[in-house]
């Protein structure tokens, strides 16, 4: 019986790469390392989890799949459940970004190695996701998004080149590959982000000393502008 996967969980088992072993942090039903046991794409892989009924979720499927011999249940927090060295590809998705990069910085000597992949898909703040990523000397080399219903969501690889990038602050709310990929998603993403915002300039209009914000929110708004109008150019010169 195989695992079928779609949407958001697809995207990231399609950016792990074939290695010996995966960790999944977060791993809720084991879905996703079920699928890249299934596909091949590793020999062996550990699912964790901070709660124990994720674990039993994650356990029960395992054996439904037939593969208790390949994946190993772990229950702790983040990044504690792994040795360093010991997994060659890391995946944490399904968590909002703030959260996702206090992980990463709580067990940084695990992951800032250059034999480690990291597969990571935020819930939210991914600009916060790619800030630690980038002041730890990572490089984020491949990204894409997938939709699931009315939501887009962002998946990114990176791994540790150990050499600072400088960055425009627009570049952690819109990441560079999706750019030069021109992602199909990425104006419905940016359209999506630029609702949010102008949700977020009402409400300062109501508050007072509110200098600061609506300069911050109106300068990305500009920027997210400025990127849907290079898109549309692009499409009406392809078509």
């Not at 952690?172 to 104006?187: A, S, T």
């Not at 300069?215 to 502008?225: I, S, V």
Request: net charge neutral.
């Amino acid at each position: 019986m195989k695992l079928e996967l779609d949407g958001r969980l697809k995207l990231i088992a399609d950016k792990v790469p074939e290695c010996e072993v995966v960790a999944d942090i977060g791993t809720d039903h084991a879905y996703v390392p079920i699928y890249l046991i299934q596909q091949g794409k590793c020999r062996r892989a550990i699912a964790s989890d901070v709660k124990a009924g994720p674990v039993r979720i994650a356990q029960r499927n395992i054996a439904k799949y037939k593969i208790e011999d390949r994946i190993e249940t772990r229950l702790g927090s983040g990044l504690e459940t792994i040795e360093k060295n010991e997994a060659d590809a890391i995946i944490i998705a399904g968590m909002g970004g703030t959260l996702l990069s206090e992980l990463l910085e709580t067990d940084k000597d695990k992951v800032c190695c250059s034999d480690v992949m990291l597969v990571l898909q935020p819930m939210n703040d991914v600009d916060v996701v790619r800030r630690w990523l980038y002041d730890h000397q990572f490089e984020i080399f491949d990204e894409e998004l997938a939709r699931e219903g009315n939501k887009i969501y962002c998946v990114m690889a990176a791994r540790f080149i150990g050499k600072n990038k400088s960055y425009k602050d627009f570049e952690l709310h819109v990441g560079e590959c999706l750019i030069i990929k021109k992602d199909p998603l990425l104006l419905p993403y940016c359209e999506i982000k630029l609702r949010q915002i102008n949700r977020v300039l009402d409400q300062l209009e109501n508050m007072a000393d509110n200098s600061r914000l609506l300069r911050k929110y109106q300068g990305l708004k500009d920027n997210y502008l400025k990127l849907v109008k290079q898109i549309e150019e692009e499409k009406k010169i392809t078509n």
